[in-house]
């Protein structure tokens, strides 16, 4: 009951946020999943790309908390937006963070980069992959290759957010 409740003010204190501004990375708008997968994504070989994909929802929720893949692979990642709720009110994106990154310490740089899609480009050197903030409805496409085996953290920046919306992206 108080993660529901901390959820609705969450959801409350951030429609106040106003998501947009450029994204770096390569993304095509995709229309939303009708129904969003709820097994881990399996890795293909090295030698073959893998399709990953994760669907967050309007109660600051990933589907999944794992996505895989291995080293050197190239990675195409669809972020989907399950929610009705819009970006500035419950936008979601992906953001994989290379290993050690202070997790707390690079949401509170997103939090100040509202213009940027709250991703903090201080802080490009720690990131792997990230896509742009959608809302409900949205979907967004990444592209990009899997670093070397290890387990990297994946969060959503949307402020007040991370904290419920991770997991781990696993390199074998």
């Not at 709720?85 to 994989?96: R, S, W, Y």
């Amino acid at each position: 009951m108080k993660i529901i409740k901390y959820a609705l003010i969450a959801g409350v204190v951030s429609l106040a946020a106003c998501g947009g501004g450029n994204d770096s990375s390569k993304a095509t708008d995709q229309p939303a999943a009708e129904e969003p997968k709820t097994e881990t994504s399996a890795a293909a070989p090295a030698g073959e790309g893998v399709t990953l994909e994760i669907t967050g929802d309007d109660v600051m929720k990933f589907d999944k908390a794992e996505l895989r893949a291995k080293a050197g692979q190239k990675v195409t990642l669809t972020l989907h937006h399950s929610g009705k709720l819009a970006k500035e009110a419950m936008g979601h994106n992906v953001v994989i963070l290379k290993s050690g990154t202070d997790i707390a310490a690079f949401a509170a740089k997103a939090v100040e980069a509202k213009a940027n899609d709250y991703f903090p480009e201080s802080e490009a050197a720690n990131v792997i992959a990230h896509t742009r903030i959608i809302g409900g409805g949205e979907s967004v496409t990444i592209e990009f290759t899997a670093p070397e085996a290890g387990t990297y953290p994946f969060i959503c920046s949307f402020p007040g957010h991370y904290g419920f919306m991770k997991g781990d992206f696993i390199v074998e």
